[in-house]
């Protein structure tokens, strides 16, 4: 089974419970791009399932049509079946846009596409969520299902549907106003000498510590932040099970303008204090 890192590792648990051998390709910063190389040193004549996190979490980044294509390449190849999920599909800021795995020649009966409305609609406390393939494979997800799910909200259900047939105007403002919030945050950090990953999707913004002039590893500089400072930051390097990336922390931008400034001035307090490059 192939995954990509940076990851959650509760992926990683089941996989191996169900008698699954994960086989991790590390992407890396700033651009965390899909290449042959990459895929040619994780596929195997045994390689049956591919998870792919499209818009990426934590990276904030949206995959390229290319790096998409060579993946679809390599699962037609190996008759490999591809489990996307792409809950971010609809955070995604202009010009990038988003484009399912699901979409590329050969790729139809083979895809799982799983959405979440908490995502898409900003409510993430409900949970509720959706999955898309083709019949063969929906047939086995519904069996599945059926033993792992004990009771279902309808009324969110129901709420979920009717904001999915109404949604043109959310699914154009909504990005924007995050995008806003996105600029703000990345210009504010920025003006206090932080090197800032370039987010693509998603509610995170990433900086890159020793472009930032800090010497610290990704995981001493977070705790020293919250503890001294009072400002939570995520250490990409939990996100890697395997050879961690340690110079990279992510940023969350779904907050208010008060919020964004105030966690500005306590990093840049945080980068000041910092050991010095």
């Not at 890159?208 to 932040?225: K, M, N, W």
């Not at 208010?256 to 966690?263: F, H, I, P, Q």
Request: proline letters at 7%; charged letters at 20%.
């Amino acid at each position: 089974m192939v995954l990509f890192q940076p990851l959650y590792d509760s992926y990683l648990p089941i996989i191996r419970l169900a008698g699954g051998v994960p086989r991790l390709a590390s992407l890396q910063p700033p651009h965390w791009r899909i290449d042959r190389a990459m895929l040619e040193a994780v596929f195997t004549p045994r390689t049956r399932l591919v998870v792919l996190n499209s818009p990426l979490n934590p990276a904030a980044v949206v995959f390229p049509e290319a790096d998409l294509a060579l993946l679809a390449e390599f699962c037609v190849a190996h008759d490999a079946l591809a489990v996307c999920d792409e809950v971010w599909e609809q955070v995604v800021f202009a010009p990038h846009v988003h484009r399912s795995l699901l979409s590329f020649p050969g790729m139809r009966e083979r895809t799982v596409k799983i959405g979440s409305a908490g995502k898409m609609f900003g409510l993430t406390g409900w949970k509720v969520g959706f999955v898309c393939a083709a019949p063969a494979l929906t047939a086995v997800i519904a069996k599945a299902h059926q033993f792992l799910t004990f009771t279902t909200p309808p009324n969110l259900q129901a709420a979920v549907a009717w904001g999915l047939a109404n949604s043109e105007d959310w699914f154009t403002s909504m990005p924007a106003d995050l995008a806003r919030s996105r600029d703000r945050l990345s210009e504010g950090l920025t003006r206090e000498g932080f090197h800032v990953l370039q987010g693509q999707g998603t509610y995170f913004l990433n900086i890159d510590l020793p472009a930032s002039g800090i010497t610290e590893d990704d995981r001493t500089f977070c705790f020293r932040a919250v503890r001294e400072h009072g400002v939570a930051s995520i250490p990409v390097s939990t996100f890697y099970e395997q050879a961690p990336v340690t110079t990279v922390a992510r940023l969350c931008f779904s907050k208010l303008d008060a919020t964004l400034d105030e966690g500005i001035r306590r990093l840049a307090r945080a980068r000041e204090s910092a050991p010095k490059i």
